[in-house]
Each structure stands twice: as structure tokens, then as C-alpha cells.
């Protein structure tokens, strides 16, 4: 049968603001999209359709190491030389399971952080301007535990907002984490809403799409 009738689903690796361009198949082959312009918000028989031009590779999994070039933005990012670069971040708040243990969210964060190398990116000053490179040390999930049981409910806002700032203050270019969330518990009947902080160097608003589906 076609490549378009096998596909089943998609796996893009975040990268920066980008993808990696690869399909993988129903028979377990990748399909990696070499000099094939496409637009990946495409649908996966879309996608699938440019791969019948394109070559089947085995696509090796294991983690990705080294330097990354950077992208456009990447480097319109440092050259505006912004004076709190580590505040450029792209957070995202949303609820999960009541009962959700810290432990069970701490291995969700890292198995997502684990699966998506662009997660472990950093950057750090170089001759010819600023690295991208990946950051090849144990994985830093950083999670906070925040009981909000005991303040009243039109005070959340305020002090949910408060511990996000202390997310966003903790992000560090160069040595990580670039990634931190915080569990925010409101006890009684309200809601459990997780925090998750990125920058935004490293995600956009399509791929926290993924991630969240994987976080899930």
C-alpha cells in the first residue's frame, strides 16, 4: 500500500522553533523529508503523500548531542540584547487530576523532557556570538509544590501569580534549567493547575501543543 494509507501518526521532535522533519509510519520506518519543502501543520496522509518522493530512512533515536545552529529568530533574539534574556519565557498553566501525585508529574516532566531534545538546549557566549548547543548532563525537572488550600479564593490569581514569577526569575540560558512548573493545589473542591514554564527560545504555541499531548 501507499506511504499515505500506512501513516498513523506524527512525531516532530521540538527543536527550537521548529521541527525536525520526519514521518514516521505504520510499518515503523521514518520518513525523513530531505529537500522537500512542506508545511507541517499539514495532515499526516499530507504528509505521508511527500514522502513517497522522499527517502525511507531508519531514524535513530537515541539522544542528540552536540551544537545546534541557531535559527532567524534565535539570533534576532540576542541581537536585541534584551537586559533580563531569561525572562523571554512562554508559560502555560492548565489543570490535571486532582489526585496527580508530585512524583508521578516530576517523571511525566522528565519523560517528556527525556523524549524532546530541544528541551536541553542552552547557549552560551562564542566568538562568532552566542551557541546553541545541548545540554548532555542528568535531566534537571525542577517542580514546586504549592498549597493554596488556605488562601481565599479571590486571592489566587494574585498568588498564583506570584509563584510565577518565581518561575520565570529561575530560568538560566546557559547552565538550565530552561524548563520549571509548579503544582498549585487549591484543596477542597477547586481545581489542581499545573504551571509549566518555558522559554521560548526552546517552544511556540504549536509545539506546546505537542508537548502537552505528550505530557498527558
Given at each position: 500500500s501507499s506511504a499515505a494509507s500506512d501513516v498513523y501518526k506524527r512525531q516532530p521532535q521540538v527543536l527550537a522553533n521548529g521541527?525536525?522533519?520526519?514521518?514516521?509510519?505504520?510499518?515503523?520506518?521514518?520518513?525523513?523529508?530531505?529537500?522537500?519543502?512542506?508545511?507541517?501543520?499539514?495532515?499526516?496522509?499530507?504528509?505521508?503523500?511527500?514522502?513517497?518522493?522522499?527517502?525511507?530512512?531508519?531514524a535513530e533515536q537515541g539522544r542528540v548531542t552536540g551544537s545546534v545552529p541557531l535559527l532567524a529568530l534565535q539570533r534576532w533574539f540576542f541581537e536585541a540584547d534584551y537586559p533580563t534574556p531569561q525572562r523571554f519565557n512562554l508559560p502555560m498553566l492548565f489543570e490535571i487530576p486532582v489526585g496527580a501525585s508530585g512524583s508521578a508529574?516530576?517523571?511525566?516532566?522528565?519523560?517528556?523532557?527525556?523524549?524532546?531534545?530541544?528541551?536541553?538546549?542552552?547557549?552560551?557566549?562564542?566568538?562568532?556570538g552566542v551557541e546553541q548547543?545541548?545540554?548532555?548532563?542528568p535531566l534537571d525537572i525542577s517542580l514546586e509544590e504549592v498549597d493554596l488550600s488556605g488562601v481565599a479564593a479571590g486571592d489566587r490569581d494574585s498568588a498564583m501569580a506570584a509563584h510565577a514569577e518565581t518561575l520565570h526569575e529561575g530560568l538560566d540560558l546557559e547552565r538550565g534549567p530552561l524548563s520549571k512548573a509548579a503544582v498549585l493545589r487549591a484543596g477542597g473542591d477547586g481545581a489542581t493547575m499545573l504551571l509549566w514554564v518555558i522559554h521560548h527560545l526552546l517552544v511556540d504555541v504549536v509545539s506546546w501543543r505537542i508537548l502537552i499531548e505528550d505530557f498527558h
Open positions: 521541527y525536525l522533519p520526519e514521518v514516521e509510519l505504520a510499518n515503523g520506518s521514518h520518513c525523513q523529508l530531505v529537500n522537500n519543502p512542506v508545511q507541517f501543520d499539514e495532515e499526516p496522509a499530507a504528509l505521508a503523500r511527500a514522502c513517497e518522493d522522499g527517502e525511507l530512512v531508519e508529574i516530576t517523571q511525566a516532566l522528565a519523560d517528556v523532557a527525556e523524549h524532546h531534545d530541544g528541551l536541553r538546549l542552552r547557549y552560551r557566549a562564542a566568538e562568532d548547543f545541548h545540554d548532555d548532563g
